[in-house]
């Protein structure tokens, strides 16, 4: 739960975690990404990112203890000590990436506070649950 509140509160969309998709506790690195670069740029760099924590990962996951890399020591202290070679192994096949949301989160609650008297007042006239005034901010952050 942590990483999620983190990525809708803490990290924008100019950062990412690179992190382990199953052990959702391990980020390996905060990417901060160019704010006015294209999307083929930042996907260039994420992919980048991507691979050199596969390639770290591998190698623990062969064995190395000693001598690492920066990026090899960042994935090692990731994990929890004695993490065995097996877990590191399955892990340089679960590196993801996930952009930051923070600042259109925020910016959703703002845009919100015009659209929400009038969504209570159609879910009420309709007898709908309350609860689904908050489905606008999860599809488009209240982004007409």
Do not use: C
Not at 23 to 39: I, R
Not at 119 to 139: D, G, K, M, T
Request: no cysteine; charged share 20%; net charge positive.
């Amino acid at each position: 739960m942590g990483f999620w509140i983190k990525v809708y509160t803490d990290i924008t969309t100019n950062q990412g975690y690179i992190h382990d998709a199953v052990d959702m506790s391990v980020v390996y690195e905060t990417l901060e990404l160019p704010e006015y670069a294209s999307n083929r740029r930042r996907g260039s760099l994420v992919t980048n990112a991507k691979f050199l924590y596969v390639k770290a990962l591998t190698a623990l996951g062969n064995g190395k203890r000693s001598k690492l890399t920066d990026i090899e020591a960042r994935a090692l202290a990731a994990w929890p000590e004695n993490t065995s070679s097996k877990t590191f192994q399955a892990a340089a096949h679960n590196v993801r990436f996930q952009l930051g949301q923070s600042n259109r989160f925020r910016d959703g609650l703002v845009r919100s506070g015009q659209w929400k008297p009038h969504i209570r007042s159609v879910l009420a006239a309709h007898e709908l649950p309350p609860e689904l005034e908050v489905l606008p901010h999860v599809e488009s952050s209240f982004n007409p």
